[in-house]
Protein backbone atom coordinates (compact mmCIF):
# COMPACT_ATOMS: atom_id res chain seq x y z
CA UNK A 1 0.00 0.00 0.00
CA UNK A 2 1.23 3.22 -0.91
CA UNK A 3 2.12 5.54 1.91
CA UNK A 4 0.30 8.86 3.03
CA UNK A 5 2.06 11.90 1.58
CA UNK A 6 2.00 14.64 3.69
CA UNK A 7 0.66 18.12 2.89
CA UNK A 8 1.33 21.34 4.86
CA UNK A 9 -0.53 24.94 3.78
CA UNK A 10 0.15 27.74 5.46
CA UNK A 11 -1.78 31.08 5.26
CA UNK A 12 -2.25 34.09 7.77
CA UNK A 13 -6.19 33.73 6.22
CA UNK A 14 -6.39 30.84 8.01
CA UNK A 15 -6.92 32.64 11.37
CA UNK A 16 -10.72 32.72 10.19
CA UNK A 17 -12.32 29.46 10.69
CA UNK A 18 -14.28 30.02 7.17
CA UNK A 19 -11.14 30.09 5.52
CA UNK A 20 -9.78 26.68 6.07
CA UNK A 21 -12.53 25.19 4.08
CA UNK A 22 -9.88 24.45 1.56
CA UNK A 23 -7.82 22.71 3.92
CA UNK A 24 -10.58 20.78 5.72
CA UNK A 25 -11.74 19.69 2.06
CA UNK A 26 -8.87 18.46 1.22
CA UNK A 27 -7.97 16.40 4.60
CA UNK A 28 -11.45 14.74 3.52
CA UNK A 29 -11.13 14.44 0.03
CA UNK A 30 -7.54 13.03 -0.20
CA UNK A 31 -8.56 10.84 3.45
CA UNK A 32 -5.94 7.60 3.01
CA UNK A 33 -3.68 9.93 0.52
CA UNK A 34 -2.74 12.89 1.70
CA UNK A 35 -2.77 13.84 5.33
CA UNK A 36 -2.90 17.57 5.45
CA UNK A 37 -2.17 20.18 8.38
CA UNK A 38 -2.85 24.10 8.23
CA UNK A 39 -0.71 26.61 10.03
CA UNK A 40 -2.67 29.32 11.43
CA UNK A 41 -1.42 32.81 13.14
CA UNK A 42 -2.84 32.48 16.83
CA UNK A 43 -3.78 36.24 16.69
CA UNK A 44 -3.51 38.68 13.65
CA UNK A 45 -3.54 42.26 14.03
CA UNK A 46 -5.58 43.56 11.15
CA UNK A 47 -6.62 46.80 9.82
CA UNK A 48 -9.74 47.09 11.29
CA UNK A 49 -10.14 44.46 14.11
CA UNK A 50 -8.07 41.99 15.98
CA UNK A 51 -8.49 38.44 14.89
CA UNK A 52 -7.97 35.45 17.49
CA UNK A 53 -7.84 31.91 15.70
CA UNK A 54 -10.95 30.44 15.36
CA UNK A 55 -11.78 26.97 16.65
CA UNK A 56 -14.07 24.99 14.34
CA UNK A 57 -15.66 21.89 16.42
CA UNK A 58 -16.31 20.40 12.79
CA UNK A 59 -12.39 20.45 11.91
CA UNK A 60 -10.81 17.56 9.87
CA UNK A 61 -6.88 18.67 9.37
CA UNK A 62 -4.55 19.17 11.68
CA UNK A 63 -4.19 22.43 12.81
CA UNK A 64 -0.91 23.94 14.18
CA UNK A 65 -1.20 27.47 15.51
CA UNK A 66 2.28 29.76 15.47
CA UNK A 67 2.65 33.52 16.30
CA UNK A 68 2.78 36.29 13.45
CA UNK A 69 4.54 39.66 13.70
CA UNK A 70 3.68 42.92 12.10
CA UNK A 71 0.10 41.05 11.04
CA UNK A 72 -1.18 44.86 10.46
CA UNK A 73 1.23 45.44 7.79
CA UNK A 74 0.79 42.66 5.67
CA UNK A 75 3.82 43.76 3.20
CA UNK A 76 5.67 43.22 6.32
CA UNK A 77 4.23 40.57 8.77
CA UNK A 78 6.80 37.33 9.28
CA UNK A 79 5.77 34.28 11.09
CA UNK A 80 7.15 32.72 14.84
CA UNK A 81 10.25 30.59 15.43
CA UNK A 82 7.46 27.89 15.63
CA UNK A 83 6.54 27.65 11.78
CA UNK A 84 10.18 27.18 11.14
CA UNK A 85 10.26 23.68 13.55
CA UNK A 86 6.94 22.57 11.85
CA UNK A 87 8.47 22.95 8.11
CA UNK A 88 11.41 21.13 9.32
CA UNK A 89 9.18 17.90 8.94
CA UNK A 90 9.51 15.70 6.20
CA UNK A 91 6.63 17.06 4.02
CA UNK A 92 5.99 16.17 0.57
CA UNK A 93 4.53 19.00 -0.51
CA UNK A 94 4.37 22.61 1.43
CA UNK A 95 1.12 24.65 -0.31
CA UNK A 96 2.05 28.76 0.70
CA UNK A 97 -1.15 30.89 0.54
CA UNK A 98 1.16 34.26 1.01
CA UNK A 99 2.69 36.13 -1.44
CA UNK A 100 5.71 35.39 -2.95
CA UNK A 101 6.87 39.11 -2.87
CA UNK A 102 5.49 39.61 0.93
CA UNK A 103 8.66 39.43 3.87
CA UNK A 104 6.10 36.26 5.25
CA UNK A 105 6.66 34.37 1.50
CA UNK A 106 10.14 34.91 1.39
CA UNK A 107 10.77 33.58 5.00
CA UNK A 108 8.70 30.65 4.24
CA UNK A 109 11.07 29.98 0.67
CA UNK A 110 13.84 30.35 3.31
CA UNK A 111 13.25 28.13 5.95
CA UNK A 112 12.10 25.01 3.22
CA UNK A 113 14.39 22.05 3.81
CA UNK A 114 16.04 21.82 0.18
CA UNK A 115 14.46 19.08 -0.75
CA UNK A 116 10.50 19.54 0.00
CA UNK A 117 8.48 20.87 -3.15
CA UNK A 118 7.07 24.20 -2.31
CA UNK A 119 4.09 25.72 -4.16
CA UNK A 120 3.08 29.62 -3.79
CA UNK A 121 -0.84 31.06 -4.30
CA UNK A 122 -0.84 33.87 -5.67
CA UNK A 123 -3.80 36.46 -6.21
CA UNK A 124 -1.18 39.90 -8.57
CA UNK A 125 -3.69 40.51 -11.19
CA UNK A 126 -1.34 43.26 -12.26
CA UNK A 127 2.69 43.01 -13.77
CA UNK A 128 3.93 45.06 -11.11
CA UNK A 129 7.40 46.78 -10.84
CA UNK A 130 8.21 46.32 -6.92
CA UNK A 131 10.50 48.15 -5.15
CA UNK A 132 13.21 47.08 -3.59
CA UNK A 133 13.24 44.87 -1.35
CA UNK A 134 10.07 43.59 -2.38
CA UNK A 135 11.12 42.76 -5.82
CA UNK A 136 14.48 41.04 -4.66
CA UNK A 137 11.71 39.16 -2.05
CA UNK A 138 9.85 38.11 -5.26
CA UNK A 139 12.75 36.82 -7.29
CA UNK A 140 13.86 35.01 -4.36
CA UNK A 141 11.04 32.94 -3.30
CA UNK A 142 10.00 32.05 -6.93
CA UNK A 143 13.46 30.78 -7.55
CA UNK A 144 13.23 28.74 -4.88
CA UNK A 145 9.16 27.76 -5.68
CA UNK A 146 8.60 24.24 -7.40
CA UNK A 147 4.97 25.23 -9.05
CA UNK A 148 2.32 28.00 -8.39
CA UNK A 149 -1.42 28.42 -8.34
CA UNK A 150 -3.56 31.31 -9.47
CA UNK A 151 -7.27 31.87 -8.75
CA UNK A 152 -8.23 33.70 -12.21
CA UNK A 153 -7.16 34.47 -15.84
CA UNK A 154 -6.33 37.70 -15.07
CA UNK A 155 -3.45 36.73 -12.74
CA UNK A 156 -2.17 34.50 -15.19
CA UNK A 157 -2.13 36.69 -18.31
CA UNK A 158 -0.17 39.04 -15.37
CA UNK A 159 2.30 36.25 -14.36
CA UNK A 160 2.98 33.60 -17.20
CA UNK A 161 5.72 36.10 -18.89
CA UNK A 162 7.04 37.16 -15.89
CA UNK A 163 10.91 36.40 -14.96
CA UNK A 164 10.46 33.57 -12.25
CA UNK A 165 7.23 32.02 -13.27
CA UNK A 166 7.74 29.60 -16.05
CA UNK A 167 7.19 27.03 -13.38
CA UNK A 168 4.62 24.16 -13.48
CA UNK A 169 1.41 26.39 -12.71
CA UNK A 170 -2.79 26.09 -12.20
CA UNK A 171 -5.40 28.47 -12.67
CA UNK A 172 -7.70 26.95 -9.56
CA UNK A 173 -10.50 29.83 -8.75
CA UNK A 174 -11.46 30.82 -4.87
CA UNK A 175 -14.48 28.62 -3.53
CA UNK A 176 -17.38 28.71 -1.64
CA UNK A 177 -19.43 26.53 0.99
CA UNK A 178 -22.83 26.06 -0.66
CA UNK A 179 -23.99 24.94 2.80
CA UNK A 180 -23.06 27.87 4.33
CA UNK A 181 -23.78 30.46 1.53
CA UNK A 182 -27.74 29.33 0.39
CA UNK A 183 -30.63 30.82 -0.86
CA UNK A 184 -32.56 31.32 2.69
CA UNK A 185 -35.85 34.08 2.13
CA UNK A 186 -36.10 33.56 6.05
CA UNK A 187 -32.74 35.36 7.02
CA UNK A 188 -32.89 37.76 4.50
CA UNK A 189 -36.50 38.67 6.31
CA UNK A 190 -34.93 38.94 9.77
CA UNK A 191 -32.23 41.15 8.19
CA UNK A 192 -34.41 42.98 6.57
CA UNK A 193 -36.47 43.37 9.67
CA UNK A 194 -33.54 44.66 11.39
CA UNK A 195 -32.91 47.60 8.96
CA UNK A 196 -36.65 48.82 9.10
CA UNK A 197 -37.03 47.58 5.67
CA UNK A 198 -39.74 45.03 6.07
CA UNK A 199 -42.55 47.24 5.67
CA UNK A 200 -41.82 47.59 1.54
CA UNK A 201 -41.39 45.70 -1.66
CA UNK A 202 -39.03 48.23 -2.81
CA UNK A 203 -35.98 46.00 -4.45
CA UNK A 204 -32.71 46.41 -2.44
CA UNK A 205 -29.41 47.18 -4.21
CA UNK A 206 -26.66 45.41 -1.87
CA UNK A 207 -23.01 46.26 -2.15
CA UNK A 208 -20.29 44.11 0.12
CA UNK A 209 -16.54 44.35 0.36
CA UNK A 210 -14.02 47.70 1.61
CA UNK A 211 -15.50 51.20 1.36
CA UNK A 212 -13.04 52.68 -0.48
CA UNK A 213 -12.85 54.21 -3.99
CA UNK A 214 -11.49 51.70 -6.41
CA UNK A 215 -14.66 49.81 -5.45
CA UNK A 216 -16.52 52.19 -7.43
CA UNK A 217 -18.76 53.52 -4.60
CA UNK A 218 -18.58 57.34 -5.81
CA UNK A 219 -19.84 56.10 -9.50
CA UNK A 220 -22.97 53.63 -7.24
CA UNK A 221 -23.65 57.15 -5.64
CA UNK A 222 -24.01 58.85 -8.62
CA UNK A 223 -26.13 55.93 -10.40
CA UNK A 224 -28.38 55.58 -7.51
CA UNK A 225 -28.84 59.54 -7.78
CA UNK A 226 -30.06 59.08 -11.70
CA UNK A 227 -32.74 56.33 -10.95
CA UNK A 228 -35.94 56.81 -11.95
CA UNK A 229 -37.69 53.85 -10.29
CA UNK A 230 -37.95 52.94 -6.47
CA UNK A 231 -34.48 51.94 -4.43
CA UNK A 232 -33.03 50.70 -1.34
CA UNK A 233 -29.51 50.14 -0.97
CA UNK A 234 -27.34 48.20 1.92
CA UNK A 235 -23.71 48.52 2.37
CA UNK A 236 -22.11 45.92 3.81
CA UNK A 237 -18.56 46.66 4.87
CA UNK A 238 -15.76 49.38 6.27
CA UNK A 239 -13.11 51.64 5.03
CA UNK A 240 -12.43 54.99 4.77
CA UNK A 241 -15.33 56.19 2.43
CA UNK A 242 -18.03 55.17 5.59
CA UNK A 243 -17.90 58.77 6.70
CA UNK A 244 -18.89 59.76 2.94
CA UNK A 245 -21.12 57.48 2.63
CA UNK A 246 -23.13 58.16 5.99
CA UNK A 247 -22.93 61.96 4.89
CA UNK A 248 -24.68 61.21 1.84
CA UNK A 249 -27.03 58.90 3.60
CA UNK A 250 -28.52 61.84 5.19
CA UNK A 251 -29.66 62.49 1.61
CA UNK A 252 -32.11 59.64 1.54
CA UNK A 253 -32.72 58.53 5.20
CA UNK A 254 -34.91 55.79 4.16
CA UNK A 255 -32.99 54.47 1.52
CA UNK A 256 -29.77 53.85 2.62
CA UNK A 257 -28.22 51.51 5.68
CA UNK A 258 -24.90 50.99 6.04
CA UNK A 259 -23.48 48.28 8.19
CA UNK A 260 -19.94 48.06 9.20
CA UNK A 261 -20.44 45.43 11.82
CA UNK A 262 -20.77 42.26 10.16
CA UNK A 263 -18.46 39.49 10.84
CA UNK A 264 -17.95 37.10 8.07
CA UNK A 265 -20.58 34.16 9.41
CA UNK A 266 -23.17 36.59 9.18
CA UNK A 267 -22.57 37.44 5.69
CA UNK A 268 -24.68 34.80 4.08
CA UNK A 269 -27.73 36.36 5.61
CA UNK A 270 -27.36 39.91 4.75
CA UNK A 271 -26.73 38.30 1.50
CA UNK A 272 -30.61 37.42 1.32
CA UNK A 273 -31.56 40.41 2.42
CA UNK A 274 -30.37 41.84 -1.25
CA UNK A 275 -32.62 41.56 -4.62
CA UNK A 276 -29.29 42.70 -6.41
CA UNK A 277 -25.56 42.64 -5.73
CA UNK A 278 -23.44 45.39 -7.06
CA UNK A 279 -19.92 45.48 -7.71
CA UNK A 280 -18.80 48.56 -9.43
CA UNK A 281 -14.89 48.02 -9.23
CA UNK A 282 -13.05 50.62 -11.14
CA UNK A 283 -9.43 49.95 -12.47
CA UNK A 284 -6.52 52.25 -10.98
CA UNK A 285 -3.07 52.44 -12.06
CA UNK A 286 -1.55 49.73 -9.42
CA UNK A 287 -4.70 48.06 -9.05
CA UNK A 288 -7.74 45.99 -11.01
CA UNK A 289 -10.16 43.71 -9.11
CA UNK A 290 -9.00 40.11 -8.14
CA UNK A 291 -11.26 37.64 -8.06
CA UNK A 292 -14.48 38.74 -5.71
CA UNK A 293 -15.07 36.31 -2.83
CA UNK A 294 -18.30 38.27 -2.40
CA UNK A 295 -18.99 37.52 -6.34
CA UNK A 296 -19.49 33.72 -5.65
CA UNK A 297 -20.54 34.43 -2.04
CA UNK A 298 -23.85 36.18 -3.82
CA UNK A 299 -24.36 33.83 -6.61
CA UNK A 300 -24.27 31.20 -3.81
CA UNK A 301 -27.04 33.11 -1.96
CA UNK A 302 -29.13 32.93 -5.33
CA UNK A 303 -28.43 36.77 -5.38
CA UNK A 304 -28.34 38.67 -9.22
CA UNK A 305 -25.19 39.98 -9.64
CA UNK A 306 -24.33 43.10 -11.56
CA UNK A 307 -20.12 43.99 -12.35
CA UNK A 308 -18.44 46.51 -13.45
CA UNK A 309 -15.55 44.60 -16.29
CA UNK A 310 -12.09 45.67 -13.98
CA UNK A 311 -10.18 42.77 -13.70
CA UNK A 312 -11.35 39.16 -12.91
CA UNK A 313 -15.38 40.22 -12.19
CA UNK A 314 -15.63 39.10 -16.04
CA UNK A 315 -14.29 36.08 -15.77
CA UNK A 316 -15.84 35.01 -12.50
CA UNK A 317 -19.99 35.98 -13.68
CA UNK A 318 -19.84 34.95 -17.12
CA UNK A 319 -23.32 34.14 -18.17
CA UNK A 320 -24.50 34.17 -14.57
CA UNK A 321 -25.13 38.06 -14.09
CA UNK A 322 -24.85 41.21 -16.33
CA UNK A 323 -21.05 43.15 -16.72
CA UNK A 324 -21.07 46.97 -17.32
CA UNK A 325 -18.45 48.78 -18.73
CA UNK A 326 -16.90 50.29 -15.41
CA UNK A 327 -16.36 53.92 -16.15
CA UNK A 328 -20.21 54.19 -17.90
CA UNK A 329 -22.59 55.21 -15.26
CA UNK A 330 -25.38 55.14 -18.00
CA UNK A 331 -24.97 51.48 -18.42
CA UNK A 332 -24.98 51.22 -15.26
CA UNK A 333 -28.09 52.72 -14.20
CA UNK A 334 -29.82 51.17 -17.22
CA UNK A 335 -28.16 47.58 -15.94
CA UNK A 336 -29.68 48.12 -12.13
CA UNK A 337 -33.14 49.83 -13.62
CA UNK A 338 -33.81 46.33 -15.67
CA UNK A 339 -33.15 43.97 -12.96
CA UNK A 340 -34.83 45.55 -9.70
CA UNK A 341 -38.06 46.15 -11.92
CA UNK A 342 -37.89 42.87 -13.86
CA UNK A 343 -38.65 39.92 -11.49
CA UNK A 344 -38.20 36.93 -14.07
CA UNK A 345 -34.40 38.26 -15.14
CA UNK A 346 -33.35 38.22 -11.53
CA UNK A 347 -35.01 35.00 -11.35
CA UNK A 348 -33.29 33.46 -14.34
CA UNK A 349 -29.84 35.08 -13.61
CA UNK A 350 -30.36 33.48 -9.44
CA UNK A 351 -30.68 29.68 -11.47
CA UNK A 352 -27.55 30.39 -13.72
CA UNK A 353 -25.40 31.81 -10.66
CA UNK A 354 -26.68 28.61 -8.29
CA UNK A 355 -25.64 26.52 -11.29
CA UNK A 356 -22.58 27.98 -11.81
CA UNK A 357 -21.23 28.10 -7.76
CA UNK A 358 -22.37 24.43 -7.82
CA UNK A 359 -20.67 23.25 -11.23
CA UNK A 360 -17.17 25.48 -10.86
CA UNK A 361 -17.25 27.09 -7.44
CA UNK A 362 -18.18 24.89 -4.32
CA UNK A 363 -15.06 23.86 -2.34
CA UNK A 364 -15.85 20.08 -2.98
CA UNK A 365 -14.90 20.89 -6.69
CA UNK A 366 -11.75 23.36 -5.66
CA UNK A 367 -10.17 21.03 -3.33
CA UNK A 368 -10.33 18.50 -5.54
CA UNK A 369 -8.69 20.61 -8.46
CA UNK A 370 -5.62 21.45 -5.58
CA UNK A 371 -5.21 17.72 -4.73
CA UNK A 372 -5.37 16.76 -8.80
CA UNK A 373 -2.60 19.39 -9.26
CA UNK A 374 -0.52 18.05 -5.97
CA UNK A 375 -0.88 14.48 -7.23
CA UNK A 376 0.75 15.39 -11.08
CA UNK A 377 3.26 17.12 -9.57
CA UNK A 378 4.32 14.38 -7.14
CA UNK A 379 3.60 11.64 -8.81
CA UNK A 380 5.43 12.74 -12.78
CA UNK A 381 9.02 13.82 -9.95
CA UNK A 382 8.23 17.37 -11.34
CA UNK A 383 10.14 18.03 -8.36
CA UNK A 384 12.55 16.04 -8.97
CA UNK A 385 12.56 14.04 -5.81
CA UNK A 386 13.51 10.11 -5.40
Known sequence: MPRTRKLLSIGHSYVVALNRRLVNEMALLGK???????????????????????SDPKEICRLEKVPVYNSGRIH??????????IMQ???????????????????????MPQESPLVYR?????????????NWIEQYSMNRASAWICSGQTVYDALRDRSGYAKPMRLIPLGVDPKH??????????????????????????YLGRLVPEKGLTLLMNVLERLEVPWRVLFVGTGEMERELQNWSKLHPNQVRICTDVRHNEVAQYLNAMDVLVAPSQTKKNWREQFGRMLIEGLACGVPVIGSDSGEIPYVIG?????????????????ISELITNPAKREELRERGLEKVHTEFSWEIVARKYLDFFDELVETNTFGRK
Not at 101 to 110: K, P, T
Open 32 to 54: GKWDVTAVAPSIMHGDLRTLKLE
Open 319 to 335: QAGVVVGEKDESAWVGA
Open 181 to 206: FYPSPESGKRIRQILNWDDTDVPIIG
Open 76 to 85: FMTYGWRLKE
Open 122 to 134: TAQSKSKRYIPPF
Open 89 to 111: QPWDLVHCWEEPYILAGAQLAWW
